[in-house]
């Protein structure tokens, strides 16, 4: 049973203070203390609850509460190991943005006001605000189940936002442009690129691939046919297969120390993302060609066959899209065009998104909309509804349209000035309709 110990303080100066001690038996049977209670009876009852919750099942270890935060997160975060490109960005949200301010505070002191108040304040757009809080919430979380802190004060609460003083303002879109990017866009940036990195622009572009997926694709899972049941024939159309993709990261030890930069082949990123995209005739024309004179495992690699970094691709794409002035012949420099801009701020995820925006103006369902795009559809609804022949063939034919339209009002007719995309009606509707 609990107890009481008196305690004398034998400091200078404290003129032989008398404070209490709380006593009891840990289920290891070993006895644990809590001093500082001001009476005999505060100091009891204490040490009566802790046993009370020991029997119970519901007992936290006192010292436990006091872990710092930013020891149990390193213990997290061996613990819940994460793809190589998620494991990085958790580490750099906690040691950029979390550990200044929660590293060395004890679980048992966090409180959602305290960490509301603080998130307002971080220098950063709202949503990393909002990842940041999420993954405190997270380790908490996981600091419950560890049996470190008896509930988490984070979960479920709605974080407040900053609206006073420049919070309210609107931040200047990357993009100027009512409506996002247009296909013309894609169309235009890919003829400056030439055909080795235009045609995965066009790819982004018309089948909506993130920038890993497209690095990862394999020539031997490019233009494989899928054969379905159409009426009393089938549908037959070339798709890309998604199974991996490469992720650009900072690779760490178990500890967190950092330890270079990688880009590492990894498994999709969930199971929407493991797809067969259905690729448009024009596409499929093109990347066939493609195939023909690219001598790499990797369609959209570099000159060398590796894959690209990011940073690296930023600098063949940006002046295709923001434009770029002339630079005139010299001495060991050749002579360079200049480039009006097409859209500044395009970028690769612009392009994933623009694939999005046709497929919501060409109407096509949503099992088909949510497959081509590698998302999970919400609900019940996608158990009940899958994508049949016609909703494929009906969205091959509106970005097979789109495709065209933009060459037209683009004033192009032949890509890099050797491949003539004249269409042929023929051999479309061959691939996209029953017989």
């Known amino acids: 049973m609990g107890f009481a110990e008196k305690r004398v303080s034998t400091a200078k100066g404290s003129k032989g203070k008398v404070s209490w001690r709380a006593r009891y038996l840990r289920p290891d049977g070993t006895y644990g203390s809590e001093p500082g209670f001001d009476t005999k009876k505060t100091a009891k009852a204490w040490a009566e609850e802790q046993e009370a919750a020991i029997r119970a099942g519901r007992w936290i270890d006192p010292d436990l509460r006091q872990t710092h935060f930013g020891a149990f997160a390193r213990t997290f975060m061996e613990a819940k190991r994460k793809r190589g490109r998620t494991t990085g960005t958790r580490w750099d949200r906690l040691e950029n943005h979390i550990f200044p301010r929660w590293e060395y505070t004890a679980l048992s002191e966090i409180s959602w006001f305290a960490v509301d108040s603080w ?3 971080l220098d950063v757009e709202d949503v990393s605000r909002g990842h940041c809080v999420s993954l405190m919430s997270s380790i908490m979380t996981a600091a419950v189940d560890a049996g470190y802190i008896e509930v988490n004060p984070l979960f479920g609460r709605r974080r407040t936002r900053d609206t006073s003083g420049d919070a309210a303002k609107a931040r200047p879109p990357k993009m100027r442009r009512d409506g996002g990017p247009r296909p013309e866009d894609a169309i235009q940036v890919a003829e400056r690129l030439g055909p080795a990195r235009g045609i995965h622009v066009l790819t982004t572009a018309f089948t909506g691939l993130r920038w890993g997926e497209g690095l990862g694709l394999h020539r031997d899972n490019t233009l494989l046919l899928r054969r379905q049941p159409w009426g009393a024939s089938e549908f037959v159309c070339p798709i890309l297969r998604i199974v991996e993709e490469y992720a650009e990261y900072q690779e760490r030890d178990e500890s967190g120390a950092k ?5 590492q082949l990894e498994p999709t990123k969930n199971d929407g993302s493991t797809r067969d995209v259905d690729v448009p005739p024009f596409l499929a024309r093109l990347l066939r060609r493609h195939l023909l004179d690219w001598p790499f495992e990797r ?3 570099t000159d060398s066959g590796k894959p690209w970094r990011r940073g690296n691709w930023s600098r063949a794409f940006r002046p295709a899209a923001d434009g770029r002035p002339e630079r ?8 360079r ?17 623009l694939h999005d925006t046709m497929q ?10 949510f497959e081509a795009a590698g998302h999970r559809r919400p609900g019940i609804k996608r158990h009940y509804q899958k994508p049949t022949a016609a909703m494929r063939a009906e969205r091959l034919e509106g970005l097979e349209d789109v495709f ?3 060459m037209a009002n683009a004033g192009i007719r032949a890509l890099w000035g050797r491949i003539d995309l004249v269409k042929h009606g023929d051999e479309m509707i061959s691939q996209i ?3």
């Open 404 to 406: 065209w339209k933009a």
């Open 119 to 121: 998130q307002q304040r």
């Open 328 to 335: 005139e012949r010299r001495r060991g420099v050749a002579y």
């Open 337 to 353: 065009e200049a480039w009006e801009p097409i859209l500044p701020g395009l970028d690769m995820r612009a392009l994933r998104a």
């Open 433 to 435: 309709s029953p017989k």
């Open 360 to 369: 919501s103006e060409l109407g096509v369902k949503e099992p088909l909309a």
């Open 259 to 263: 330890k270079g930069y990688v880009v």
């Open 299 to 301: 369609p959209f690699s």
